[in-house]
C-alpha cells in the first residue's frame, strides 16, 4: 500500500513471524552455495560488520558480525519479483530519482547522504574492501517502496549500486526515509564481491539493515511530508522492532547534520 493508516495490514509490516521463514530460505542459498565457493573463500570473504567510524578501523576487536536481517518483501533483486539489479542504470550514487524505463519520478524528502564503508575482518577491519559492490533501497518519506508500492510501482528511486572506491567507501545521495507502521526507520543493503555479481543479482555476501538515530528522526519527521511518521515512530523504539531488538550496535549509523543543510549517515561493514 502507498499509504499507512494505523487501522491497515501491510506487506512490510508483518514483522518477525513474515521475516524468519525468508531469513531461513536466503541462509540455506548461502550455505549451499558456498559448499562450492572457492574462489570467494580464498579472498576471504566473510559476513562480518561492525563500527561506526568514518573509516577503517585498525582493531580486530572492533570487527564485530553483522546481524544477518530479512531482505523484506520489496528487496527489487530478483528473489521477491522483479529485478532493478539487471537495468542499465541501476548503478549510481544519486538514487533520488528513477532511471531507465520508470515513470521518471523523483523522490521528495529531507537530503541524506549515506556511506558503508566495506572492509576486510581478517585484516581486523584494517583493510579497504577495494571493488566490493553494495545494493541499496530503502521507503520513501510516506513509506512506499518503488517497484511495489501502490503509487510507485512504476517508479525505482531510491535504489542503486555502487562498487566501493580504494577507500572501501560505497556514497549514495537520497532522501530521508519515512517511519511506517511497525518498523524502525531503516535502509536494506546487500554486499556483492564484485559490481559483477551484484548487476548480475548473483552471490549475495552479505545481508543487513541501516538503523537510523532515533533524535535524527524525530527533528527530520517534524518537517513538512513527514507527518506519518511522526505517530509511527512514537510507537516504537529499537528495543521492540521486529529486526533490530536482538541487537543493533553493528547497525546503528552514526548521523550528523540538520534539516536545512542535510545529513550525512556513516557505517563501516566489514566482510
Known sequence: MRRHGDDEVHEHDRGLSYDLPVLARRRMIRLLAGAGAGAAAGAGLVALAGCTTEGPSSSAADCATVPEETAGPYPGDGSNGVNVLKESGVVRSDITRSFGDSAGGTAEG????????????????????????????HCDREGGYSLYSEGVADENYLRGVQETDERGRATF????????????????????????????????????????????????????????????????????????????DQQLATVRGSVEEGYTAVLTVAV
Open 110 to 137: 529531507v537530503p541524506l547522504t549515506f556511506t558503508l564503508t566495506v572492509v576486510d575482518a581478517a585484516s581486523g577491519c584494517g583493510t579497504p574492501a577495494k571493488g566490493a559492490a553494495v545494493y541499496v533501497w
Open 173 to 248: 545521495t537520497s532522501v530521508f526515509p519515512g517511519c511506517y507502521t511497525g518498523r524502525w526507520p531503516h535502509i536494506h543493503f546487500e554486499v556483492y564481491g564484485s559490481l559483477r555479481d551484484a548487476t548480475s543479482a548473483t552471490a549475495i555476501i552479505s545481508t543487513s539493515q541501516l538503523a537510523l538515530p532515533k533524535e535524527v528522526c524525530e527533528t527530520v519527521y517534524a518537517t513538512a511530508g513527514y507527518e506519518r511518521s511522526v505517530d509511527n515512530l512514537g510507537r516504537l523504539s529499537l528495543e521492540s522492532d521486529s529486526v533490530f531488538r536482538d541487537g543493533h
